[in-house]
């Protein structure tokens, strides 16, 4: 398996470079060159076999026999023995057809664990083997970053950086990250906001310099491996709902378009996916590209689902990348064109996008009547991400006889201002960290300048 990259000029890497780095030298993202095949056959087999198991099915093609198979069985199943739940991604029937898949019982309470209990499993293995070090950055709105330092705290061979936009993420989401007190953690508090972050990071691929040799790793949606992790529970989950026999819908509560891009690739390998609806908070620009061509950025809003205020929606350039038939010179062109402010799709790609695609957006107003509509409805208490799929789903649903499934992507106990606004008690945190909120809390607070960041950065290490 080859990766190549989304701007068309960066060299084509195989699966273990594609983990080990982070943007494509020419800037773009890693996609794989081909796209594997599941027959309907081969996913009907999926019916009543672990979380495991169908991870590795799903994962093996991609790993292009860079890791043996029975390492990677390995890896696979201690990553997914972590979760609080046999199933790793249960799902529940809410209504007619309306069904939850709650992404929330890893160790951080969010869908980034699905991922990153791999990538930290991956990343070692794979540095380990070089016996090399290396250096991870990531920016994060409040869930990657918990997520990435419990997948990467344990490996002897990272030192890890998360960036995070000071006082825009919960407090629970903050302790999260900030209580853990290992020596190769470190969290910067930057003043700014998610994407001032993640544009940080990105300029620190573009020249690496200021590492002076040491490796840089990417454990934001940026990196292959996440993306990867992630289609498998859009199997799992459709499997469960009658799939392939049916055809399924996706709801996806969606900022950097990491988690709605791995149900395309899914539906890419061959999963009869009807819709794929993408569900913004205030922050919409998703929505009105999908709704109405219009790529331009606008002023972010801290919004009461503040892991979903991001702006530049880094993944959707993956899907661009498809729309426009692997054409890397069409994506730079439309990607300097947002550089300035704004772009739009041809007619064509866009009409494309829109025979999957559907939007809606939700602002905090309308996230808290859907929790608490949610709740008298069904009995569940949905974190504010999660409330904007539910609405999503009842405003874009193509019918009523197709299964939809809205992802639930958080648990309400890391966002205790939306649960209390909409009038509920706080959901009490799990037993593991039920003393969350008197640990010792460890982090910088820096500016949003990248040369200040980046000498943060170069000087710290763990001894
Ligand atoms: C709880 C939650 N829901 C949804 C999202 C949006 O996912 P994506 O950025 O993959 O679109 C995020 C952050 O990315 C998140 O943390
Ligand atoms: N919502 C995310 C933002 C980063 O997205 P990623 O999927 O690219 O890591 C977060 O919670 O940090």
Not at 173 to 198: H, K, P
Not at 317 to 336: K, P, S
Not at 338 to 348: C, I
Request: aromatic share 8%.
């Amino acid at each position: 398996m080859r990766y190549i990259s989304t701007r068309g000029q960066a060299p084509a890497l195989n699966f273990e470079d594609v983990v080990l780095t982070g943007l494509a030298s020419d800037g773009g993202l890693y996609v794989p060159e081909q796209v594997p095949q599941f027959s309907p056959e081969q996913i009907a087999s999926f019916s009543g076999q672990s979380y495991a198991e169908v991870a590795y099915q799903i994962i093996h093609p991609f790993v292009g026999g860079m890791i043996e198979d029975a390492t990677l069985r390995t890896l696979i199943e201690e990553a997914y023995a972590s979760f609080a739940h046999d199933a790793v991604a249960p799902i529940k029937q809410l209504d007619t057809n309306h069904f939850l898949l709650e992404l929330f019982h890893g160790p951080t309470l969010a869908f980034k664990d699905v991922a990153l209990q791999l990538l930290g499993r991956l990343l070692d293995h794979f540095l380990g083997l070089r016996n090399e070090k290396a250096v991870i950055m990531g920016a994060t709105s409040g869930d990657t970053g918990s997520a990435a330092i419990e997948g990467c705290k344990p490996c002897a061979h990272v030192d890890i950086f998360i960036l995070h936009p000071h006082q825009r993420v919960s407090e629970v989401q903050r302790r999260q990250m900030t209580s853990v007190l290992a020596d190769n953690v470190f969290n910067i508090a930057v003043e700014g906001n998610f994407d001032d972050a993640q544009a940080m990071v990105k300029a620190s691929f573009a020249d690496q310099s200021f590492l002076e040799g040491r490796r840089l790793i990417a454990v934001n949606s940026i990196n292959w491996a996440r993306i990867m992790a992630q289609i498998v529970y859009y199997f799992t989950s459709a499997v469960a709902v009658g799939a392939p026999h049916r055809e399924v819908s996706f709801c996806v509560p969606s900022a950097n378009f990491g988690d709605v891009f791995a149900g395309y690739m899914a539906y890419k390998m061959g999963l009869p996916i009807k819709q794929l609806i993408v569900a913004t908070n205030a922050n919409d620009i998703l929505h009105r590209t999908l709704a109405h061509n219009d790529f331009s950025k606008r002023e972010l809003v801290p919004t009461l689902a503040p892991s979903m205020d991001i702006v530049v929606s880094s993944n959707f350039e993956r899907l661009l990348f498809d729309l426009y038939q692997h054409d890397g010179a069409a994506v730079t062109g439309l990607l300097e064109q947002f550089q300035q402010q704004a772009m739009t799709l041809d007619a064509e790609a866009w009409q494309r996008a829109q025979q999957l695609f559907s939007s809606y957006c939700a602002d905090d107003a309308t996230i808290l009547e859907v929790i608490q509509d949610a709740h008298q409805r069904t009995g569940e208490l949905l974190d504010p991400h999660t409330a904007t799929a539910y609405l999503a789903t009842q405003k874009c649903r193509l019918d009523t006889h197709t299964p939809v499934i809205s992802l639930a992507t958080a648990h309400p106990a890391k966002f205790a201002d939306a649960v209390v606004q909409a009038g509920f008690a706080e959901a009490p945190l799990p037993a593991h960290m039920a003393d969350l909120l008197t640990r010792e809390e460890r982090y910088q607070v820096l500016p949003a300048d990248l040369r200040t960041i980046q000498e943060f950065v170069r000087t710290h290490k763990r001894p």
